[in-house]
């Protein structure tokens, strides 16, 4: 069965960085496109940005210029580099992917930003 599970989260200080990762399994990972969103209090989960089977990535907005979607199709592995992180930053990732029609999610893993 698909799995998604992240890692690399943690309390960290206004323009400080963070790199998440997400190892998936279950399926032909190389052939999918990948995606990262987060979910703040009080607020509807958003796409943070998303890469291809081939390596195009796109951003929401916010996150242009400072955060990284990178993949390693041979680990079956996508990151999420996060520089200068602010405060609005906070909330909990996910790794989400599609597969035959049906959308997969990991646990999730908390990062806040703050001094």
């Known amino acids: 069965q698909v799995t998604l599970v992240e890692s690399g989260g943690g309390l960290v200080q206004p323009g400080g960085s963070l790199r998440l990762s997400c190892a998936a399994s279950?399926?032909?990972?190389?052939?999918?496109?990948m995606v990262w969103t987060r979910q703040s209090s009080g607020k509807q989960r958003e796409l943070v940005a998303a890469?291809?089977?081939?390596?195009?990535?796109s951003y929401e907005n916010s996150v242009k210029g400072r955060f990284t979607i990178s993949r390693d199709n041979a680990k079956n592995m996508v990151y999420l580099q996060m520089n200068s992180l602010k405060a609005e930053d906070t909330a909990v990732y996910y790794c989400?992917?599609?597969?035959?029609?049906?959308?997969?999610w990991g646990q999730g893993t908390q990062v806040i930003v703050s001094s």
């Open positions: 989400k992917c599609t597969v035959r029609g049906s959308d997969y």
């Open positions: 279950g399926f032909t990972f190389s052939s999918y496109w």
């Open positions: 890469i291809s089977s081939g390596g195009s990535t």
